[in-house]
Each structure stands twice: as C-alpha cells, then as structure tokens.
C-alpha cells in the first residue's frame, strides 16, 4: 500500500497544543506516510526543526512567510542557510508575497523573499513559495532570482491556468489542498486538469484550509483522502494512482530517498 504525502503542513501551530502527538501518531493508520512540517517566522521554524528531529516521519522546510518579514536581519539569513546542514531541513519555505494583507509594505516583502531565494541556492535547496494577491510580482521575482534553480512548488496554488503554464515551464511542482474541494474552485479545477499529473503535490496546510465534508473545521493529514478522491475524479484516475504518483512527486521535490 502506498501512502500519502503532505509536502505542507503546520502542526507546531496553537491549533494543536491540546492533541499534538495524539493527532501525529494517528497518522500513519490513516494511510499518511510523510509530513513536510513548514516554518513562517523565526520562531516556528525552531518549532518545525523540534517537531522534525522528534518524529521520524516529519521533515521540516525553514523559512519566513511575507507577512512575518518586518523585523529580519541578515543575521536570519546566515542562521537559515545553517540550518540546511540538518538531515531534516528539506526546503525553504514558505516564501514569497503576500498582497492580501499588505504588512509589511511589499518593499520589504520583497527584499525578504529575494534574499531567502538566496539562501536556497547557497543551500541548494528546492523552495516552497507563497503567493498571495501577488501573482505578477511573485513571478517576476522568480523568473530572474530563482527560474527553477532549486526547483520547489507553488503553495496552495491559487491562480490560474496561464500562471500555472508559467511555473511548470520552469520546472516548478504545483501544491494542491483541500481548497479542490471547494464549490468555488473552479479555477483551481482547471488548473488541476491541466496540470500533468507528474507535477502535482497534495497538501494540507494544516490547521488551515480542511476540505469539504469538514471545511471550517481544524484540518490535519487524515482530510487528504477527500482530495485525492476529488483529483482522481478529475483526472479519471484510481485513489490508488494518485496516492502513489503524488508521494512520487513528493520524494522528488524534496529529494528525500529513504
């Protein structure tokens, strides 16, 4: 049997303070294989980097979400490129621009996003981008500081079919979640269609994001089955298949070959 892999979750998230290692030990008889744990600020990647070394299972991505890029230094940059020496550390993430709420001005954001583009070729690390409300910006940040360098994917890919075509072309892995479940997702339905089923990744984005039955609710891994249900039918595919061509996908974005 194949399991599934979550390139994307936050399970260091205050969410969980009540169950952590209740729901994380559950996983593996829910059919959930690997878990990327993703950093957004300083701080929760100190908390990705302990939740990795704890659990075999678990990987971790360092890095700084947009909005949690006011007060960086170039001291953060030097400690995360340190931080890719550690079997664990599988990516920089999560990265990029986000325009929805606008903090810290775009300036920064951007300055930030650029720098920890760095960081992941110095490393040679794939990335993991973020990208809200920023679609041009973010593309043409990558398109001259990254173009596939490192390889990575799209989080919670949110655009459309075009932008998708844009990352594929460079080589870029495209993050799919509970949002395929959605009514409105028409967008997303697409992009899914189109995409080759050898370029997709499924995730949570846990506590965030649960799929349809139980959107609204605190998401965790064992909600994946409702969205690989939702790509096979898209994709006129068996569960099964999409199960093993995404954890496929998955061990080859972030290089992990045990």
Not at 6 to 34: C, S
Not at 122 to 131: E, F, N, Q, R
């Amino acid at each position: 049997m194949d399991y599934i892999f979550d390139t994307h979750a936050h399970y260091d998230d205050e969410a969980f303070d009540a169950d952590r290692e209740e729901v994380l030990t559950g996983l593996k008889e829910q059919g959930i294989g690997t878990v990327v744990n993703v950093g957004a600020s300083i701080a929760s990647t100190k908390t990705t980097l302990a939740l990795a070394e704890a659990h075999p299972f678990m990987y971790a991505a360092v890095g700084v979400h947009p909005n949690e890029t006011a007060e960086l230094t170039d001291a953060d940059m030097k400690w995360l490129e340190s931080l890719a020496e550690n079997p664990k550390v599988v990516a920089i993430g999560e990265i990029g621009l986000d325009y929805y709420w606008d903090e810290p001005e775009r300036e920064i954001q951007k300055h930030w996003f650029s720098a920890q583009l760095e960081v992941a070729k110095k490393t040679g690390l794939p990335v993991i981008i973020h990208s809200r409300d920023a679609a041009k910006d973010t593309l043409d940040i990558m398109k001259v500081e990254h173009n596939g360098a490192t390889g990575g994917v799209i989080h919670c890919f949110s655009y459309g079919v075009e932008m998708a075509r844009e990352y594929l072309n460079m080589g870029y892995y495209i993050g799919i979640g509970g949002v395929l479940t959605f009514k409105n997702a028409k967008k997303l339905i697409e992009v899914a269609e189109y995409a080759p089923l050898d370029r997709i990744v499924l995730e949570t984005d846990c506590p965030y994001l649960a799929p349809v039955p139980n959107r609204g609710k605190r998401n965790f891994s064992g909600n994946l089955p409702y969205v690989v249900e939702k790509l096979a039918e898209i994709k006129g595919v068996s569960a099964e298949e999409i199960i093993r061509e995404t954890t496929k996908n998955a061990r080859a974005l972030y290089r992990i070959t045990e």
